[in-house]
T-cell receptor, first 115, second 114 residues
Framework: GENVEQHPSTLSVQEGDSAVIKCTYS??????FPWYKQELGKRPQLIID?????GEKKDQRIAVTLNKTAKHFSLHITETQPEDSAVYFC??????????????FGPGTRLSVLP | DTGVSQDPRHKITKRGQNVTFRCDPI?????LYWYRQTLGQGPEFLTY????????KSRLLSDRFSAERPKGSFSTLEIQRTEQGDSAMYLC????????????FGEGSRLTVL
């Protein structure tokens, strides 16, 4: 089955700097890759996702890139702010975006943005 | 309401006791997912319902776990004879559907087994 690895497990950046979180997946059939943000004591929330037919997607300060050949995808956050501090989870789905039972999540990256 | 509600938010129990969690999904959403999240890990799929039918169960769902969704509305997840390894956050989610793969998670029910 699918296996998702995520690095680093913790990341500290200064406010205003960029943060990059990388994930690798094992199943070449995976075609949907969401990123969720979970603040302390809160529910995971989708922040951005990408499908396998595109290589990059941007939404304001957040971008995701996908390299299908190498089977890895990355989250990029620019101009970080203290409110970006949270745990970020990547996920991969070999069955597409509409099959939550097939989402395999990574172990998470704890991002701390220092003022 | 516009979100997913879960109850209770926290449950502390002694090993061997039974516990039940309830999820009220987004109104009129046919599918409902249960995930488990242990400390320092991402959510792991447990089971899902299409209306009242339980269509898939993960290998993580041992015989001590049972989930129901009577009438295709709210769902319950019961754990019998709890073990310390059951300590986790149990998350319920409604897929928003359409052209989005977004899972709208509830705030979760945190279980601590002593």
């Amino acid at each position: 089955g699918e296996n998702v690895e995520q690095h680093p497990s913790t990341l500290s950046v200064q406010e205003g700097d960029s943060a990059v979180i990388k994930c690798t997946y094992s199943d070449s059939a995976s075609n949907y890759f969401p990123w969720y943000k979970q603040e302390l004591g809160k529910r995971p929330q989708l922040i951005i996702d990408i499908r396998s037919n595109v290589g990059e997607k941007k939404d304001q300060r957040i971008a995701v890139t996908l390299n299908k050949t190498a089977k890895h995808f990355s989250l990029h956050i620019t101009e970080t702010q203290p409110e970006d501090s949270a745990v970020y989870f990547c996920a991969a789905s070999p069955a597409g975006y509409n099959y939550g039972q097939n989402f395999v999540f990574g172990p998470g990256t704890r991002l701390s943005v220092l003022p | 309401d516009t979100g997913v509600s879960q109850d209770p938010r926290h449950k502390i129990t002694k090993r061997g006791q039974n516990v039940t969690f309830r999820c009220d999904p987004i109104s009129e959403h046919n599918r409902l997912y249960w995930y488990r999240q242990t400390l320092g890990q991402g959510p792991e799929f447990l089971t899902y319902f299409q209306n009242e039918a339980q269509l898939e169960k993960s290998r993580l769902l041992s015989d001590r776990f049972s989930a129901e969704r009577p009438k295709g509305s709210f769902s319950t997840l019961e754990i019998q004879r709890t073990e310390q390894g059951d300590s986790a956050m149990y998350l319920c989610a409604s897929p928003l559907g359409g052209d989005t793969g977004e899972l709208f998670f509830g705030e979760g029910s945190r279980l601590t087994v002593l």
